[in-house]
């Protein structure tokens, strides 16, 4: 196992309201997701970054040598370094050095599994190495492996920047295509008229377990950071009877670097089309706020922040201050209070998404032939049949459908329409 030495730093003249602390926290976290055992975090306040080593050379002294005590491998920083710092502190420390955006595509690249999800991955690589391509300075062929690495792998990462262009330049036409195949998919559920509600949440928030919960289904969860990064699509029926589609895709982060949401646009189009969007919010998080706004930070550079939310604030289980939910609830969209593990609570949040929906279904009385078995198994697949009773004049049913599939029976000559 890789060993790092984590490296947090604030910036005094930049805007971000995280504590140090917390910002370790997350550094730390996203360091064990990729595999890595952290000997120690260390935090440093700057003015502003250097041109050189981001941090003072003072500073990278120390970590040289605290670096060499510890028997650290990799020095990982909390913000994102250029390529010339990168080189610089890689010869000053003797060891590797990544940052943030780095650890993340490596995380990406860990969980890729789909052929679009790889190909975005890759993508987001070739994009943040492009600029970093500066002489032999940059340390590319990293024969130890290890986080930082995965990926497009050392062949394709030693080309000079015409073949990475080109590389860039397919991998953009072959998503273009995977976008087309997408569209196709979508345009059948709109054409069935399925309505759909978009999971979207800061990373680990628990909307994969919530995706379980609701369909129950077995997709894979873990406790990690961007463990889901291929979308996921699943149908469930909701109390009044209709069938909708759930998607489930890769989950938010603070300060998400932008052209990580742009490489994976392709797969985010799924949070765009929805009809609904179900904000999983980890309520036992401590900067669930800062979470919140991070997740709409994002939606709004996607244009859906202005879609209808629900707000599931998950993990209740976890919390001990019942006055704390309720003023959470207070601050929120919609809110619902769940625990999508021990699926406490999931009717009222399957009621608040049919109120939702509440105006695409239509209830009725209607008689059809003894024979037509065949459109009540339509109606208990596409609706909710609320009462049915056979006698010699026919099959007499109550019950709720989609208005779509309603007008589609309008001319139906073996259905007649009491009320």
Request: aromatic share 4%; proline share 3%; net charge neutral.
């Amino acid at each position: 196992m890789e060993k790092a030495l984590l490296v947090t730093v604030k910036l005094k003249s930049g805007l971000n309201r995280w504590r140090m602390e917390d910002i370790a926290y997350e550094l730390e976290e996203l360091a064990g997701t990729a595999g890595v055992e952290v000997l120690d975090c260390i935090s440093c306040i700057c003015e502003k970054p250097t041109p050189n080593f981001f941090i003072g050379r003072g500073k990278v002294e120390e970590l040289a040598v605290l670096a060499q005590e510890l028997g650290a491998d990799t020095l990982i920083f909390s913000l994102d370094l250029s390529g010339t710092q990168q080189r610089n502190l890689e010869e000053l420390l003797g060891r590797k050095t990544i940052d943030r955006t780095q650890l993340i595509l490596d995380i990406f690249a860990k969980h890729a599994h789909s052929p679009e999800g790889k190909a975005q991955v890759e993508l987001a690589q070739l994009q943040y190495l492009m600029p970093r391509l500066v002489g032999k300075g940059i340390l590319l062929s990293r024969l130890g492996g290890g986080i930082g690495t995965r990926g497009p792998g050392e062949q394709k990462l030693e080309v000079d920047r015409r073949r990475i262009r080109k590389r860039i330049d397919h991998l953009k036409s072959e998503l273009r295509h995977m976008a087309e195949h997408r569209k196709v998919m979508r345009k059948r559920r709109k054409d069935k008229a399925l309505p759909v509600a978009a999971l979207v949440g800061y990373t680990n928030a628990g909307k994969s377990t919530l995706m379980n919960a609701l369909s129950n289904s077995v997709q894979t969860v873990s406790d990690g950071l961007f463990t889901t990064l291929d979308p996921v699509f699943k149908g469930i029926k909701l109390p009044n009877g209709e069938n909708i589609v759930v998607s489930d895709t890769v989950g938010f982060l603070h300060q998400l670097p932008h052209h990580l949401i742009e490489a994976f646009k392709a797969t985010l189009e799924e949070v765009v089309e929805a009809d609904l969007l179900i904000h999983v919010l980890d309520a036992s998080a401590r900067r669930v706020y800062e979470h919140r706004d991070a997740v709409f930070s994002v939606l709004k550079e996607l244009g859906a922040d202005k879609k209808p939310v629900i707000t599931a604030l998950n993990k209740i289980d976890l919390l001990e201050d019942q006055m704390w939910l309720s003023r959470l609830g207070e601050d929120m969209l919609n809110p619902v209070a769940i625990s999508a593990k021990f699926r406490d609570n999931l009717d009222a949040l399957l009621k608040k998404i049919q109120q939702e929906f509440s105006g695409r279904m239509i209830d009725l009385e209607i008689v059809i032939p003894l024979t037509r078995m065949d459109l009540v198994n339509l109606f208990h697949r596409e609706g909710k049949v609320k009462h049915i009773e056979y006698d010699h004049d026919g099959i007499k049913i109550r019950l709720s459908l989609p208005k779509i599939l309603y007008h589609n029976i309008l001319h139906n000559k073996d259905i007649v329409i009491v009320r």
